[in-house]
């Protein structure tokens, strides 16, 4: 059905889609469109970046999450049990007041004051870096496991909404520039 190796069917003319036309691009007139170089530049552009960044991600993460260890232990030490999914509530107020301290602290490092609080569990918090950054994800990220997991997007929203990373940075404004334009 392919002529050759070096041909490309186009998805939206091609023999397996409804359209009854065929129409075949070889590789080398592919690559003389401007528009499709540009794409492909900037899909290099993105994951060369999120390359660049994984380390740092994950060493800030860390950094963070040892500033507020203690605040995490004390609220998964709640004797009301208190849940992240809880924190959400704006009025809020834990009755033993073990939990009060980590969501101020939480949301006075948020950007925006809206943390996605179902993407993570308190108890695993307690150990784990990863835990703490998604809340600072978008809803979509649940199943984030790490930086080299998430993609660029992921880790440009992680480093623009908390507000640790922009300590970490000389202009932490660019990221919320490269964000909107990836």
């Not at 948020?110 to 600072?136: C, H, I, V, Y």
């Not at 978008?138 to 623009?160: I, N, V, W």
Request: glycine letters at 4%.
């Amino acid at each position: 059905m392919y002529r050759s190796w070096s041909t490309l069917c186009v998805m939206s003319e091609c023999p397996f889609s409804h359209d009854a036309g065929h129409m075949f691009i070889s590789f080398a007139d592919r690559f003389k469109d401007q528009g499709y170089i540009n794409w492909l530049k900037g899909t290099l552009f993105l994951q060369y970046t999120k390359e660049g960044i994984e380390d740092f991600v994950e060493r800030t993460s860390e950094e963070y999450h040892d500033t507020i260890k203690s605040d995490i232990l004390a609220a998964s030490n709640c004797p009301s049990q208190c849940q992240l999914e809880t924190f959400r509530r704006d009025k809020f107020t834990c009755p033993y007041h073990q939990c009060d301290t980590l969501k101020t602290k939480l949301l006075f490092t948020s950007r925006s004051g809206r943390l996605q609080w179902n993407n993570s569990k308190l108890q695993d918090m307690k150990s784990s870096p990863t835990e703490l950054a998604k809340l600072f994800l978008p809803g979509f990220c649940k199943q984030y496991s790490g930086p080299t997991e998430a993609d660029c997007t992921a880790l440009l929203s992680l480093m623009d909404d908390c507000l640790h990373f922009g300590d970490k940075m000389d202009k932490p404004d660019l990221v919320q520039k490269v964000q909107y334009c990836a």
